[in-house]
C-alpha cells in the first residue's frame, strides 16, 4: 500500500516505553526517506524524528536522548520504521503519524499514514 501503516500506540504511565512501527510497500528502484511527526490536544504537529534514504537520523529536541529511530529495509517489498520511546512524558501524548517520502528519478511523493495514539498519564 502506497499510504504508511502505523501501529503500536496505546496507554502508558509516565516513564514508560512503547514501540511504533509504520510500514509502506516499497519500489526498490526508488529511495524512500521516513518521518514521525505528532500532533499533541489543541497543538500544531511538530517533527518527531526521520531517518533519510542515506541512513542519516535527526530528532526533535525534545525527544532527543528518549526516542531512537530504526529503519527495516530487508524485504524488498516493504520498508518498516520504528520508533522506540522510552521515558514517555505527559508531554508526549499525542497523535503519531508517519511520512513516506518517495524519489523515483525525477518524481517526488509524499504519503501520510493515519496515526497511532499514543497517551502517557502521570
Known amino acids: 500500500q502506497v499510504q504508511p501503516v502505523e501501529s503500536g500506540g496505546g496507554s502508558v504511565q509516565a516513564g514508560g516505553s512503547l514501540t511504533l512501527s509504520c510500514t509502506v510497500s516499497?519500489?526498490?528502484?526508488?529511495?524512500?526517506?521516513m518521518h514521525w511527526y505528532r500532533q499533541g490536544p489543541g497543538k500544531e504537529r511538530e517533527f518527531v524524528s526521520g531517518f533519510a534514504s542515506d541512513g542519516s537520523t535527526t530528532y526533535a529536541d525534545s525527544v532527543k536522548g528518549r526516542f531512537t529511530i530504526s529503519l527495516d529495509n530487508a524485504k524488498s517489498t516493504e520498508i518498516t520504521v520504528y520508533l522506540q520511546m522510552s521515558s514517555l512524558q505527559p508531554e508526549d501524548t499525542a497523535m503519531y503519524h508517519c511520512?513516506?517520502?518517495?524519489?523515483?528519478?525525477?518524481?517526488?511523493?509524499?504519503?501520510w499514514g493515519q496515526g497511532t495514539q499514543v497517551t502517557v498519564s502521570s
Open positions: 516499497r519500489n526498490v528502484y526508488c529511495w524512500y526517506d
Open positions: 511520512k513516506a517520502t518517495r524519489r523515483c528519478g525525477n518524481t517526488r511523493a509524499e504519503n
